[in-house]
């Protein structure tokens, strides 16, 4: 039997159980049965403990900080690959755990230490070595306990994690390469929430819409739509969220504003109750083919709509493929053209000329010639048949193009008979241009009198203009004469006065009748000439009309400006111009009429300008102008000649330029010349 010693709170010794049960009130019966409960209470502990610690999925140890394992359980043994704890615990005691577990021995070390300066568990991930020197991965959970001898245990359990880690690596990988493969995808892959919404999007994709990297997350697919593209989209998103998956073709805008076309493979996403989440997408880029769809459909077009006929014949003459303009033309459908041959629609067509034909095109690759087609009705028509030879793919086969040529075969009968007609013509040719001749020169004596019928006409208009004022004088010097002489105040010197102001009002009548004469004498050849000169003559003829009518006369003329041709006959242009310009705004009402005349040179060229305010040339006639005969002012005696006489002598005798045109308040003529 055991004794218990047991030390009081006075320090007084008691030997046995029995004198300090009854010491303090108790029965040997009662502790005893206490004893015996609180016994089995401890080894149901120990047994649950040790069936934990024996059972336990995880492995479980105890060591000394120095590397000595204190136990082990089967578990650990096992995933160590021992045999038993007891084979693990003498093989790892003979050396120390760090030298045989650890990968890097001194790393222990570490974790000790990081443990000892902590308190409760700390986790780890760790590798050991097993028995036949493979390792393992492991979640380690290791504490220090301090005992009462202030000695440290270490308590510890392991987790193999090795499959998880490699599975871990195998998802980590595949995930690698699945993004490797979406990331360099030719295809775009887009996915959507159920807010159609961005939520992902690949690399190819921004490029494909031209944005820089993420910038297209949580945006609306809509963002990239025009107008129609909204308009149709709403049915897509609708057939997704019905669970319908589909391919199709779309058109999107990028953010450079071209359009974007891509052939979509559309699948919808749920989550895990089941409901709509979004949609993923393999977005493709169409747009080069689009484009070559629309070439070839333009191409077809263009051969379908093409004015000549357009065949694709085979070696033995079977159509292969006609354009619609000529099976309209022959009356056939395309399909069933393509199930004839040439020899049902060219009558003159035979197997020897056909060979023959087919000879020179393989030989020349060219075949140009006339024959005939018939019509699905019968009738025949001309034809040029021009045959190309051409090899594709290892196929042989040629490409006709034919023209109806009936149109030219009349043009050419008409000429036949033309020809014959003009041989006829010939032997009377001579007469007939000599006759022909003879009225056209008629006609320019006629207009050539009219011209200077004309001319005169101002001429003595301006005379009379220039003379007026003279002959008032001479008559005013005539009467003060009379007068002086009835008075008796008749003088020598006063006689001797009269006749030199008289004799000085006759040469200057005289100097005006030389002026206007030469004015209207013809130049015999180009010159050079000051256009200031020409200006100056011309103003000297409409001057008085001018004054007596109020018209202003503006000069802006470079002194020194000349030109090239016939200086009187380009005076005369531009007094026809300001005679037109004075009859207009004699017929107007203008309150202050005003002509403007420029003269400056411009591109090797001298330039004049002659504006008025007169309201301008009514827009129906400023294109008829400078006909012949074309006047408004029939009734006032106008002829119709003076622009029309104008233009020939600037643009035929001087190769130069004469336009109007309409400015803001009046009419605009320039005179184009050359300055050499």
């Known amino acids: 039997m055991k004794k218990i010693l047991i030390i009081d709170d006075n320090g007084r010794g008691l030997d046995t159980l029995g004198s300090l049960l009854r010491e303090h009130g108790y029965s040997t019966t009662e502790v005893v049965d206490d004893v015996r409960e609180a016994n089995d209470a401890l080894w149901q502990s120990e047994k649950r403990y040790r069936d934990l610690f024996e059972n336990a999925p995880v492995g479980i140890f105890r060591s000394t900080p120095e590397g000595e394992f204190l136990s082990v359980n089967p578990a650990m043994a096992q995933m160590l690959k021992y045999d038993s704890p007891e084979e693990m615990i003498w093989t790892v005691n003979r050396t120390n755990i760090a030298e045989v577990m650890y990968l890097d021995p001194p790393h222990r070390l570490e974790l000790i230490e990081s443990v000892l300066s902590h308190n409760g568990w700390q986790v780890f991930e760790e590798r050991f070595r097993c028995k036949d020197g493979s390792t393992i991965t492991c979640n380690f959970h290791l504490r220090a306990i301090r005992g009462d001898d202030a000695s440290y245990e270490l308590n510890g359990f392991i987790e193999d994690i090795s499959e998880r880690k490699r599975a871990e690596e195998a998802l980590r990988e595949s995930e690698n390469r699945f993004r490797l493969i979406v990331e360099t995808a030719a295809e775009g892959i887009w996915q959507v929430d159920r807010e159609w919404k961005t939520t992902y999007l690949n690399r190819r994709m921004e490029e494909m819409f031209g944005v820089e990297p993420g910038t297209m997350l949580g945006l609306h697919i809509c963002d990239f739509m025009d107008e129609e593209g909204r308009q149709t989209v709403g049915e897509l998103m609708s057939r997704r969220e019905k669970g319908i998956r589909e391919t199709h073709d779309f058109r999107f805008v990028r953010r450079d504003g071209f359009s974007l076309d891509v052939l979509v493979s559309a699948s919808p996403l749920y989550d895990e109750s089941g409901k ?314 203008m309150e202050q009429p005003r002509v403007i005349i420029r003269a400056f040179a411009e591109d090797r060229k001298a330039v004049v300008t002659i504006t008025d305010n007169a309201g301008g040339i009514p827009e129906t006639i400023i294109g008829k102008i400078f006909d012949l005969s074309f006047t408004t002012r029939e009734k006032s005696g106008g002829t119709g000649i003076g622009l029309y006489i104008s233009k020939n002598i600037i643009e035929k005798n001087m190769d130069g330029k004469l336009s109007a045109e309409n400015t803001g308040d009046g009419a605009l003529f320039r005179i184009e010349i050359s300055s050499t």
């Open 276 to 589: 709509f989440a979004g949609s993923f997408a393999m977005v493709t880029d169409i747009t080069d083919r689009k484009r070559a769809e629309e070439a070839s459909k333009l191409s077809q077009f263009i051969i379908d709509k093409a004015s000549i006929g357009i065949f694709r014949v085979s070696g033995d003459a079977r159509i292969l493929s006609v354009n619609e303009h000529w099976a309209r033309v022959l009356g056939y459908t395309q399909e069933e053209l393509c199930s004839m041959s040439f020899f049902d629609i060219d009558p003159n067509l035979t197997t020897e000329s056909w060979l023959e034909h087919r000879k020179k095109l393989t030989a020349a690759g060219l075949n140009t010639f006339e024959t005939v087609h018939r019509r699905k009705d019968g009738s025949i028509f001309p034809v040029e048949v021009t045959v190309n030879y051409l090899k594709y793919q290892d196929h042989e086969f040629s490409c006709s193009f034919a023209m109806d040529i009936t149109e030219r075969k009349q043009a050419e009968e008409q000429l036949i008979q033309k020809k014959q007609q003009l041989r006829e013509l010939n032997s009377t040719l001579e007469s007939r241009v000599a006759e022909e001749v003879a009225k056209n020169r008629e006609k320019d004596i006629m207009l050539m009198q009219q011209n200077r019928q004309a001319a005169l006409g101002e001429m003595l208009d301006h005379i009379a203009h220039q003379w007026k004022q003279p002959l008032n004088s001479i008559s005013l010097i005539v009467q003060d004469l009379g007068e002086s002489a009835l008075h008796g105040e008749l003088t020598d010197e006063r006689i001797e006065e009269t006749v030199s102001k008289t004799i000085a009002l006759l040469d200057h009548m005289a100097q005006t009748i030389d002026v206007f004469r030469d004015f209207y004498r013809s130049d015999k050849e180009k010159q050079v000439f000051n256009v200031k000169d020409s200006i100056d003559q011309a103003l000297a003829f409409v001057a008085p009309d001018f004054r007596f009518q109020c018209i202003a006369i503006e000069l802006d003329v470079d002194p020194g400006l000349t030109a090239f041709g016939y200086p009187k006959e380009y005076a005369q242009v531009l007094l026809n111009i300001l005679t037109n310009a004075r009859d207009v705004f004699n017929e107007s009402d």
